[in-house]
């Protein structure tokens, strides 16, 4: 048998996705699995964006820029304009999804076994992103007795080593819904002034926001254009994740320079899905305003029939659209599982993400899971019911 890589043994399936197949063979046995396992939102995409699938004047695909066509790139600095993001074309390169912008950051910035420290959970392909490039993440542990508190700075010191290249959060947070303020931002970019690295920022959940704070971004003060670096994506913000269309945006130059390289490599982002989400960047302001809504509604929802379940806990998230809750199990992948395989309600049962694969280790977080509130609220309080009596067989199971 031909040996694989190293590099590929070492690389975890999807925490998100490792259970599909459950899913899947539950839907065969004729259950209507309800999915709160992933952040893929059930409010269509602006009908601007959908009417350019269909109606558009292309009789073929070309090849465009590797850095995303230029009107593209202009569409994308009159919405950052709009968020107080003063930004050029040429300070942006579009991706295949914000996923290739994290890859090729890793790729520019990191030799084999260099660092990157990350403040956990995190989203569960941050791991994946960085071993596929042969990095070290170095986590800092925020607890959920503290509601997902971001750590002092002094805490992200004490982790700065020779081989640290950049510090990466998202803002707000996937999966905790924290939200950094703007003086923790700010003490970050100090800190990647001071010791000569990037802080990088993953702000697609932007507008997502629910206890009246404003969203401070990374790319807000010109004093740390050479030391900051904002990922970004359509997928969340306008239902578009099929669309695989993100950026890169920074003032710094050179790196962008080495990230042409790479996006060279792949030729160009999707030319019909960067007409598509162009569409929806320009598209009624009422749409995300309609959106924020909604998913407020949702969290809320959330919130309230989880708290209700016997012995649960939840940390209730300021933004994004999803939140963390412990369980009163041992583990919650085992339970997960159960779910899929041997427990249904009335023909419908739950996929959850099991949190132990947001951390990096995964000691962590055994008895914690993700839930996107991603359904309306008639399916959302209806798969929580699902989880509690799940949680009740669940339970009776391990006693008998």
Not at 84 to 99: A, E, Y
Not at 166 to 194: F, M, S, W
Request: hydrophobic fraction near 35%; aromatic fraction near 10%; charged fraction near 25%.
């Amino acid at each position: 048998m031909p040996k694989f890589s190293h590099k590929t043994e070492q690389l975890e399936f999807s925490p998100i996705r490792k259970l599909v197949d459950d899913a899947i063979d539950a839907k065969h046995r004729g259950l209507e699995v309800f999915h709160l396992n992933i952040g893929q939102p059930d409010i269509s995409a602006p009908d601007e964006s959908l009417k350019k699938i269909t109606n558009n004047t292309l009789t073929y695909l070309p090849y465009g820029q590797s850095e995303g066509t230029e009107e593209y790139r202009r569409t994308l600095c009159d919405y950052y304009q709009e968020h107080h993001i003063h930004l050029s074309p040429k300070d942006i390169i579009v991706t295949t999804g914000s996923s290739e912008a994290l890859v090729f950051c890793f790729n520019v910035i990191c030799n084999p076994k260099d660092q990157v420290i990350i403040p956990e959970p995190f989203y569960a392909n941050y791991n994946g992103f960085a071993r596929s490039c042969d990095v070290d993440v170095i986590p800092i542990v925020s607890e959920f007795d503290s509601d997902f508190k971001l750590l002092p700075v002094q805490a992200f010191e004490e982790k700065v080593t020779d081989k640290t290249r950049a510090i990466v959060l998202c803002n707000p947070n996937n999966p905790t819904g924290y939200i950094c303020h703007r003086q923790e931002i700010i003490d970050l970019c100090e800190l990647a002034l001071k010791h000569d690295f990037f802080l990088i920022v993953d702000e697609v959940y932007r507008e997502f926001i629910y206890d009246g704070s404003s969203h401070y971004s990374v790319l807000s003060s010109a004093k740390y254009a050479q030391h900051t670096i904002m990922i970004d994506s359509v997928s969340k913000r306008y239902s578009l994740c099929g669309a695989r269309v993100g950026s890169i945006a920074s003032r710094n130059h050179k790196f962008l320079q080495q990230v042409l390289k790479f996006a060279q490599l792949r030729l160009s982002p999707p030319t019909l899905d960067m007409i598509i989400s162009q569409a929806a960047i320009q598209s009624s302001k009422k749409y995300l305003m309609n959106a924020v809504d909604e998913y407020r509604i949702r969290k809320e929802v959330a919130v309230e029939f989880l708290s209700r379940i016997p012995n649960v806990r939840v940390v209730a998230p300021r933004g994004a659209f999803f939140c963390m809750a412990e369980l009163p199990i041992k583990d919650a992948e085992d339970f997960s599982k159960f779910l899929l395989t041997s427990f249904s309600d009335n023909h419908q049962t739950v996929m959850l993400a099991p949190g132990n694969g947001f951390y990096s280790d995964d000691c962590y977080g055994k008895n914690q899971i993700r839930v996107a509130f991603v359904l309306e609220k008639t399916k959302l309080k209806r798969a929580i019911q699902i989880i509690e009596k799940g949680l009740e067989s669940y339970i009776a199971r391990l006693n008998d």
